[in-house]
């Protein structure tokens, strides 16, 4: 059974940083592609990075690019997504998801808040 994980979200002040995580198991991690996707209130999905695995390359919506880096750990099947200089913006549900077998997968998501 495939299962996605979120952790590490919170409240940050805007300028701080987070790092979330996503721990998989149920498939083949270090060669699957991974995405982080976030839902703010009241808006839709929005696609924020992926990464493939096997290959190492990295993708990054314009919105974020500079400011957070997509990682992943394959001895611990972990998926990161390290946010720095958070705005109000970035506030949002942040999903983790993998497309295995034309399947996707998502995890339940954790909360990010930028606030003062």
């Known amino acids: 059974e495939v299962q996605l994980v979120e952790s590490g979200g919170g409240l940050v002040q805007p300028g701080g940083s987070l790092r979330l995580s996503c721990t998989a198991s149920?498939?083949?991690?270090?060669?699957?592609?991974m995405t982080w996707v976030r839902q703010a209130p009241g808006k839709g999905l929005e696609w924020v990075s992926s990464?493939?695995?096997?290959?190492?390359?990295?993708y990054y919506a314009d919105s974020v690019k500079g400011r957070f880096t997509i990682s992943t750990d394959n001895a611990k099947n972990t998926l990161y997504l390290q946010m720095n200089s958070l705005k109000s913006e970035d506030t949002a549900v942040y999903y983790c998801?993998?497309?295995?077998?034309?399947?996707?997968?998502w995890g339940q998501g954790t909360q990010v808040t930028v606030s003062s």
């Open positions: 149920g498939f083949t991690f270090s060669s699957s592609a």
């Open positions: 990464i493939y695995n096997r290959i190492n390359n990295t």
């Open positions: 998801n993998s497309r295995i077998n034309f399947s996707d997968y």
